[in-house]
């Protein structure tokens, strides 16, 4: 079912670094990583050793807890490390590739059958997550609906039909397997981010209430869902953007998913004394994923799994003169406190001066200040302030009460974004789902 929704609460961040509509093909780069962190509630058991040759979609770690859930290579290749964390917690296995056959197939006479059908051995069930809580699907349990949004409203994200070109019958073979578990909704979303978050349109629809379930998959991954049922031949591919204010020449790329960053760090950093790729640039933080919610990554780590797109962006590692007390002629400002705030309120101007973005809180960790301003970029129903609250003081009841298991961290980027007091609040929100969560299995 192809839907619409409006939404008008929200806020759009005007970050540079727009990716220009240019794809690069990356897919012949050697190494990935499949890395269980990425993955809310997996608990890996690792199933290959290095020197292992392992092929496209054979598993590489089960989740311990349910042992039909797995995380497969993307490609064939030869397992190549197994990185550990502290107290030896599982964090990637590499696996490095040769050259990959890239196939051009006709999908179209094929879509009227699905030679694969889509099952939770599938190597691509682990890209189906479930809310409340932001798992991999269970699938012993009954969604009220699969949901796919249609437009990514994140700061620089990808246009999902120019990513989506030429996969037109994937993507309509990968909803007619999803289709076998639930009604599925194709959603794009008008307005301003969230707009396009997978919570914002749920909420919107088929808000959840306790002991129910709602499944939501990329767009991009649901074509990839589609040519493995139409082939059975698993190719996790992805168009990402790769941007932001200190990238030297924004494009998008084709890659594989897990793809090792190297090769794109190396193109896009302008500051060519960059360290050995061992380690963070002085200058520049590269993100996985988009400013508000992505992950950290060194220059030649790995894409997120659920990642589609690739952020360069300064480090706030030094301070301003005066700090708050400047103009601020060239500072984003919700809240006013510089002057480029009042823009905004021109009737035709949307953000005219030049914006510098970085990665500087500008402040410190400050008491919990009550502004009333969450509620202005917050398009759910609920209590967004009273919710964190609840989180913090650990009121499971009270959390309940106030939708908890409508959302997720992303749902709360905008609110941290924007906190003069500089909470995590992403952090407090995934904490108390994680509580939730094990009194669920418990």
Known sequence: MNQTIKIKKGLDIPLDGTAERVVVDARSIERYAVKPPDVVGFTPRLLVAEGDKVTAGQPLVADKNDTRLSLPSPVDGVVKAIVRGEKRRLEAVVVEGGKRRVENNDCASTLSTLHSPLSAKSPCWWM?????????ANPDHKPKGIFISLRDTNPLAPDISFALKGREHEFEAGVKALEAFAEVHCVKAEGPHPAGNIGTIVAAIAPINKGEYIWSVNA?????IGHWCMTG???????ISVGGPAAKAPKYYRVLCGACLQRISETQLMDESYPSMSGSSNSTRIISGSVLSGSTVDADGFLGMYDQQLTFIEEGDHYDFMGWLMPGLTKFSFSKTFLSGFVRLLPTAHYPLPTEFNTNMHGSVRPFLFTGSFERVFP????PLQLIKACIVGDVELQEKLGIYEVEPEDFALCEFIDPSKTEIQTIIREALEVLRKEAIA
Do not use: L
Request: aromatic share 16%; glycine share 4%; hydrophobic share 30%.
């Open 128 to 136: 189906i997550k479930e809310r409340p809580f932001g798992t991999i």
């Open 220 to 224: 991009q991954d649901v074509a990839t």
């Open 233 to 239: 031949e698993y190719r996790p591919e992805r168009v």
């Open 380 to 383: 759910f129903d609920i209590y």
